[in-house]
């Protein structure tokens, strides 16, 4: 499964619609439940910037339903969000506090807009992404927009939502949702949703004897970064605020990924902490880093959540060191470590970081690891295909590791010059030569692996 922009996913040529999500306003109810952090932080956000200033930022999926008649697709598409509470909602900002409103499940209905037949694949994209970036805003409703390409391939659905109210791991559960609620139309009964952890947030937060977010740890990595937290390990070029660009590799196919796993297995680590440790060693192969600091993205659902839809993200600080003479199997055990050591949980996430250090704290390294094989309900399927917006940001370095039926995925955005594109160009390919030296060679051949 791939992690892409929607300038890197393919397009067929065929029919194009919309699908809308609609209501009556009379039908919207108050919600006097706690909102969770994140999402309340994000709303906060977006209103003090302005509504005309706000960047378009949702992530996405594009998948295939196969030959479907367009009311089946949208029957399906409707159950889904129907089933999904906080998607039928919205934030209200206001002085001192923010409203919620909820739509009652059959008060919410999905109105289809056809825009024509396409033969050019870049016109349709540039209508789609022109769709999403206006039908996600944070402050308004709906957050969620879908399209369809009716083709001689079938119907390829393509979903996109507003960042802060859906993360990774609900965008690999969802392929799954609708193609099961194309099948068999009724709903299967839920745990509870996103609006009501932000009640079991709040209350644990406030009773936790410690927090979610290790004081000792984030002290540690801001220190070592002057205050700041830490960036990528090569040059990025100008600090200007233009398009990020991206790039993308597949490093393992599935055997590969499977020899790989079972090396960092031998080393005492997991796949993510292989992938680290690649990270850790390709940094001192290009830049002479002697430790890799970065803030890592981790799936905090506590158990009762575990299948819900949400934004369910927390940040793990984390300092991988890597001395002269370590090799793979060393480093994968520092690895491990980090990855282990207070890994967060609910209150873990950048709003309640802000909230701890009593001041914003703009990431600027992230990595991220998802395996998409282990996620509640259907797997995706090979084909599917995670999709993020544009983004405009001086100097931010994201990479996302994802692990699928067919192997391992690397997708990295960075600031859009040709310092920074260069950079990460050197190191992607030391991490995919060190991941396939040792996916080959095991941890005997790795032990010596340098860049």
């Known amino acids: 499964m791939e992690f892409t922009e929607l300038d890197a996913c393919p397009l067929p040529p065929g029919d194009l619609s919309f699908w809308t999500p609609r209501a009556a306003t009379a039908a919207w109810r108050d919600d006097r439940r706690t909102p969770p952090l994140a999402h309340a932080r994000h709303v906060h956000g977006a209103a003090a910037a302005g509504r005309s200033l706000v960047d378009p930022a949702w992530v996405g999926l594009a998948f295939r339903l196969g030959p479907v008649a367009p009311s089946a697709v949208g029957a399906a598409l409707t159950a889904w969000l129907r089933a999904h509470e906080h998607l039928r909602s919205r934030l209200v900002p206001g002085e001192r506090e923010r409203t919620r409103l909820v739509l009652p499940a059959r008060a919410l209905s999905l109105q289809r807009g056809y825009i024509g037949r396409f033969a050019d694949p870049s016109a349709m994209r540039r209508q789609i992404e022109a769709c999403f970036d206006r039908a996600t805003r944070p402050l308004d409703w709906p957050q969620v927009a879908f399209a369809t390409v009716e083709s001689a391939e079938g119907v390829l659905v393509l979903l996109a939502a507003d960042h802060g109210v859906v993360d990774g791991t609900t965008l690999a559960m969802t392929g799954g949702e609708v193609r099961g609620l194309l099948a068999h139309p009724a709903p299967v009964a839920r745990g509870p949703g996103y609006i009501d952890f932000g009640v079991y947030e709040r209350r644990l937060v406030d009773t936790a004897v410690r927090p979610a977010l290790d004081p000792g740890r984030w002290h540690d990595l801001l220190a070592a970064g002057g205050g700041a937290p830490p960036g990528f390990p090569l040059p990025l070029g100008p600090s200007a605020a233009a398009s990020q660009q991206s790039l993308y590799r597949w490093l393992l196919d599935a055997p590969a990924a499977a020899r790989f796993a079972a090396a960092a297995r031998a080393a005492g680590g997991s796949t993510a902490a292989g992938l680290l440790a690649c990270l850790a060693l390709a940094a001192r192969g290009t830049a002479g880093t002697p430790v890799l600091r970065t803030v890592t993205l981790t799936d905090a659902r506590p158990t009762p959540w575990r299948d819900a839809t949400g934004w369910f993200v927390g940040l793990h600080p984390v300092a991988v060191p890597v001395p002269p003479e370590a090799g793979f199997p060393a480093v994968v055990a520092a690895a491990a470590a980090e990855l282990r050591d207070r890994a967060p949980g609910p209150g873990s996430s950048a709003a309640h970081l802000t909230e701890f250090l009593g001041r914003e704290v ?90």
């Open 362 to 451: 703009p990431l600027r390294f992230v990595v991220s690891f998802l395996d998409v094989r282990r996620v509640p309900g259907t797997p995706p399927r090979p084909e599917d295909r995670m999709l993020r917006s544009r983004v405009h940001a001086p100097q931010e370095v994201y990479l996302w590791f994802t692990r699928s039926e067919r192997g391992v995925h690397l997708s990295a955005r960075f600031p859009g010059n040709p310092t920074a594109r260069a950079s990460l160009g050197r190191f992607m390919k030391s991490t995919a030569r060190l991941a396939a030296r040792i996916a080959d060679h095991g941890t005997t051949g790795a032990a010596l692996a340098t860049v």
